[in-house]
């Protein structure tokens, strides 16, 4: 349903007049709301992504459509109030893929916030949300809910609600949409330069990688959606910092809660969550300076496995988690502008910026959960909406989601554990035939979580996978080889535990 991968080459024919570089969530939402707009009727929108889609940040989040209480804290109320509009939207449209889930805010000794200053900050959340939906638990009905959870000091914590995704699926969802709608997308397609055409519009010098030829795409517009590399391409000075942020999953069983938990790291008392995701117990994040390459993926490090392992450990100390008990781990680099005050890290603001350079509109930071709202504040920057239109999309009840895309046996349910049996094949089969795989990594790390939730990415199970894509994907033996070598690899360096931790 993503339509037959084109060659750049084959692309590069036609004269695009928009072009939206980036396929991650904010490049994604920004087709499909440029899509439903009457300027797109007749128009050729094309969206290009230089590794597969959603292959950045979009795929290694913490999978929370939120308001995010933190942000409150932050005074960050805009933020908040609009995350909490479209958590509620998402839930209502696509329930299939976002859910809601319990969130457990605890409170130990004299910790702020406390409960009394909770309370107000829960009213004004459900507030924003309009629902009404939290309430606290005592120290006893935790202790019921979580039994593994330290009574030292403990309190009790705020219940409140929140949903979680398949942030990947998330994306693929928006593209699905989006090519419904009349875009065009293309993976592993790499923009490497823009210039400005003398009859007006752009050049745009692209990198092919599946055949490794380089060509030129014209288009008249062009969006720059690159998430943390948007400095590459915006031509202005650089704003954004780029920010770590890593996660550990283990088996359910080792930590087996059915609530998200939101807790203040003992050592710096930043919220850190422990919640349930795809069948694994998940915990994270961090939040560092990354001063790695940004075209490479991200790996969690030595010192972050630590800090969570720590908190893990700390907070369930009945449960014995250690080292061994890691399944898998990811990072990704959020992409912050840069307040350029020095702060640490974690106050820097999650909100987005968008701005031009001379026509280049470029976007970056803000949320998973915030990406209709992002692609309205592009598209008016572009001049495909005004202010008037902007403020009818941000209020209206017409619906996002408009295509009866129905994903295979509960493909990207957050909620579901992902187990390799008969299913499991038929839905690789679908996926292998409708959402434009190019790498075994596409399959195992995107399209399904396969290699995020098995230990070694579930190389056990590659026997078996290789018969759906040698048969539906033409790979000979030789190809298969270097699809398996590639996949090992990366499941080896970038989400293993790291190398002095092994
Ligand atoms: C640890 C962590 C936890 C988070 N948790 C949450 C959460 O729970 N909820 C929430 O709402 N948000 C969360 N976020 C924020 C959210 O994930 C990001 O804001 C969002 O994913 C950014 O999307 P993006 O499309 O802007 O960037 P990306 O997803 O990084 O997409 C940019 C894409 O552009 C491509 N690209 C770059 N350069 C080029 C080029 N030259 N040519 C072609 N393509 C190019 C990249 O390959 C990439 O796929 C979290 C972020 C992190 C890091």
């Not at 080792?254 to 939101?262: G, V």
């Not at 912050?336 to 976007?363: F, M, Y």
């Not at 996002?400 to 349910?413: A, I």
């Not at 033996?477 to 002095?500: N, V």
Request: aromatic share 8%; hydrophobic share 40%.
């Amino acid at each position: 349903m993503l339509g037959t991968r084109m060659d750049a080459a084959v692309l590069a024919q036609t004269d695009w007049d928009l072009v939206v570089i980036g396929g991650g969530i904010t490049g994604a939402g920004v087709l499909l709301e440029a899509m439903r707009q009457p300027q797109a009727r007749g128009k050729k929108v094309l969206l290009l992504e230089q590794k597969d889609f959603a292959w950045g940040t979009s795929s290694r989040s913490s999978k929370m459509v939120h308001g995010g209480i933190r942000y409150m804290a932050q005074g960050d109320f805009r933020l908040v109030r609009e995350s909490l509009h479209e958590r509620e939207r998402l839930l209502r449209e696509i329930p299939d893929l976002v859910q809601r889930q319990a969130y457990l805010f605890v409170v130990r000794g004299r910790q702020f916030p406390n409960r009394w200053a909770m309370a107000p900050i829960m009213w004004l959340y459900d507030a924003f949300a309009g629902i009404r939906d939290h309430q606290w638990f005592s120290k006893a009905r935790l202790s019921q809910c979580v039994p593994q959870l330290s009574t030292a000091q403990l309190k009790g914590a705020m219940r409140y609600t929140d949903a979680l995704v398949d942030d990947a699926r998330l994306v693929l969802r928006v593209l699905h949409e989006a090519v419904l709608e009349g875009g065009q997308v293309c993976n592993y397609v790499q923009v490497n330069h823009l210039s400005v055409h003398h009859t007006g519009g752009f050049d745009l010098s692209v990198y092919d990688a599946l055949n490794q030829t380089e060509t030129t795409i014209h288009a008249k517009k062009v969006v720059n959606a690159t998430g943390a590399l948007a400095d590459a391409l915006s031509g202005t000075e650089k704003k954004v910092r780029p920010l770590r942020g890593s996660h550990l999953l283990m088996a359910h069983h080792r930590l087996p809660i059915e609530s998200s938990l939101t807790i203040l790291h003992p050592r710096d008392k930043r919220p850190v969550f422990v919640y349930p995701w795809m069948g694994m117990t998940c915990v994270g994040t961090t939040d560092l300076d990354h001063t790695g390459d940004l075209r490479q993926e991200a790996d969690c490090a030595v010192e972050e496995v630590d800090y969570l392992l720590e908190l893990m450990q700390r907070e369930f100390p009945s449960a014995h988690i250690t080292q061994a008990d890691i399944v898998s781990s990811f990072a990704g680099v959020r992409p912050i502008i840069a307040s350029g005050k020095g702060l640490n890290p974690s106050q820097e603001r999650r909100s987005h910026s968008v701005w031009t350079h001379h026509g280049v509109v470029t976007v970056s930071g803000g949320k998973l959960t915030t990406f209709r709202v992002i692609a309205h504040d592009v598209l008016r920057t572009l001049g495909w909406i005004d202010e008037n239109k902007q403020r009818a999309l941000r209020d209206t009840h017409e619906r996002l989601f408009r295509h009866d895309v129905v994903f295979p046996n509960d493909l990207g349910n957050p909620k579901k554990a992902i187990e390799f049996n008969p299913t499991f094949l038929q839905t690789l089969e679908w996926i292998v035939q409708h959402e434009m795989v190019v790498h075994l990594d596409d399959v195992l790390l995107r399209r399904t979580r396969l290699g995020n939730t098995q230990r070694n990415g579930g190389q056990e199970y590659l026997p078996k996978i290789r018969t759906v894509c040698q048969k539906y994907l033409a790979w000979d033996d030789a190809r298969w080889q270097l699809e398996q070598a590639r996949y090992l690899e990366m499941i080896q360096t970038h989400y293993s535990l790291p190398k002095t931790h092994t």
